[in-house]
C-alpha cells in the first residue's frame, strides 16, 4: 500500500528557533497533502492543506507566518514551525491521498524547551 | 456542519467480546467514511472504510455499519483482542474534490482479558 514518510519522529528544539519537519509521499504523488496537529488524548485538528506548486490554505485560527509550509514537489511538503515556542510542542502528522485512500505519516513529536 | 460526533469517549471491553463505537455528521456531501486506529506515539492508520450506498462494509473483525438516512455509522469489532486497544477515529470526508478529512473526537478501547 501506499507510505506516507515523516521525519523526524521526535525533536527537541530551543525557544526561538525554527523546525522542519519533512513529509514524502514513497511510491505515489501527491498533488495534495495534509497537515494535522494533534494535542495529547484529543482528535487531530487539520492546520493547512498543502497544494504542489502553489500556496498553502490554512485552517481558520492557524497562524500561515508561523506554520510554513512548502510543497515543492510532488513527493514532499515540508512543514516549518517558525520562532517555535513552549505551547507549539505538539504531535505534528501529514497525510497524502493516494488510491489506498488518505495515508498518514507516523507523525512528529516536537518538544520545545 | 462539517463536524463529526462520536461517542463513547472511552470503552472497556472483555477480552472475547463486541467492541461498539457510533459516529454521526451532518454534511450530506460528505461521500467517504473512514476509520482510522492510533497507537501512543503513532500516526493514525487506516482500518476500513465504507461509501455512503453501501450499508455494511466488512473486513476480518472489523465491520461498518452505514445508516445513510440516520447520518450515522458504526463500527464494529468482533472478538476483540487485547491489541485492539487503542484510540479509533471515525472521519469524514469529499472524496471525490479531494478534499481535507474530518476526524471525530476519537474513542479510547482497553481491552482487558
Known amino acids: 500500500g501506499a507510505v506516507v514518510s515523516q521525519h523526524p519522529s521526535r525533536v527537541i528544539c530551543k525557544s526561538g528557533t525554527s523546525v522542519k519537519i519533512e513529509c514524502r509521499s514513497l511510491d505515489f504523488q501527491a498533488t495534495t497533502m495534509f497537515w494535522y496537529r494533534q494535542f495529547p488524548k484529543q482528535s487531530l485538528m487539520l492546520m493547512a492543506t498543502s497544494n504542489e506548486g502553489s500556496k498553502a490554505t490554512y485552517e481558520q485560527g492557524v497562524e500561515k507566518d508561523k506554520f510554513l509550509i512548502n510543497h515543492a514537489s510532488l513527493t514532499l511538503s515540508t512543514l516549518t514551525v517558525t520562532s517555535a515556542h513552549p505551547e507549539d510542542s505538539s504531535f505534528y502528522i501529514c497525510?497524502?491521498?493516494?488510491?489506498?485512500?488518505?495515508?498518514f505519516g507516523s507523525g512528529t513529536r516536537l518538544t520545545v524547551v | 456542519q462539517q463536524q463529526v460526533k462520536q461517542s463513547p469517549q472511552s470503552l472497556i471491553v472483555q477480552k472475547g467480546g463486541i467492541s461498539i463505537i457510533n459516529c454521526a455528521y451532518e454534511n450530506t456531501a460528505f461521500d467517504y467514511f473512514p476509520w482510522y486506529q492510533q497507537f501512543p506515539g503513532k500516526g493514525p492508520a487506516l482500518l476500513i472504510a465504507?461509501?455512503?450506498?453501501?450499508s455494511e462494509k466488512k473486513e476480518g473483525r472489523f465491520t461498518i455499519s452505514f445508516n445513510k438516512s440516520a447520518k450515522q455509522f458504526s463500527l464494529h469489532i468482533m472478538d476483540s483482542q487485547p491489541g485492539d486497544s487503542a484510540t479509533y477515529f471515525c472521519?469524514?470526508?469529499?472524496?471525490?474534490?479531494?478534499?481535507?478529512?474530518?476526524f471525530g473526537p476519537g474513542t479510547s478501547l482497553s481491552v482487558i482479558p
Open positions: 497525510s497524502a491521498r493516494s488510491t489506498d485512500g488518505y495515508t
Open positions: 465504507i461509501r455512503p450506498d453501501v
Open positions: 472521519a469524514a470526508s469529499i472524496r471525490t474534490s479531494y478534499d481535507k478529512v474530518i
